[in-house]
């Protein structure tokens, strides 16, 4: 991630009023762990670069050239055999992917009626006129 105070990353879907979909929080446990998964998606948290990094949210925060040291970085993943790389990747997602495509219909129709409520209508709409607001 670029270090720059301006960019955060987060998942802050709850500041919205709505709630991130079930595989976006298990990758966020998965990353950040528990607790830390817990408060961010509760409070819709976004963090700076050096709080990302110490959450293990991201790996690295790098000031100066980020494309060049994401091709560093790839550079390191290319130079290993690519069945290999895609297996041991698969090792560890299979199990995520396999769930997120048996839960895909049901996961869709469960945010369409959530997002679709009138209560979540409401603050939407509260949100997105509060950012017209800002911008004027």
């Known amino acids: 991630m670029g270090s ?3 960019i955060s990353i987060g998942l802050n879907e709850a500041k919205f009023g709505i709630v991130a979909p079930f595989w976006m929080a298990d990758l966020m446990v998965r ?3 528990h607790r830390e998964a817990e408060k961010s998606l509760a409070l819709g948290t976004l963090y700076s ?3 990302a990094t110490r959450i293990g ?3 690295e925060v790098v000031v100066g050239d980020v494309l060049a040291r994401a091709h560093e970085i790839a550079a390191k ?3 290993v055999p690519a069945a290999s790389r895609f297996s041991s990747k698969m090792l560890v997602r299979s199990k995520y992917i396999k769930e997120l495509e048996d839960r895909r219909s049901s996961d869709l ?3 369409t009626r959530f ?3 009138p209560p979540v209508q409401q603050h939407l709409s509260s949100y997105l006129r509060s950012l017209r607001t ?3």
């Open 49 to 51: 670069p050096e709080d």
């Open 77 to 79: 993943y290319v130079s």
């Open 134 to 136: 800002k911008q004027t």
């Open 31 to 33: 990353t950040v762990g």
């Open 57 to 59: 949210l991201v790996d």
């Open 115 to 117: 997002v679709l409520s």
């Open 4 to 6: 720059n105070p301006k």
């Open 109 to 111: 129709q469960t945010f």
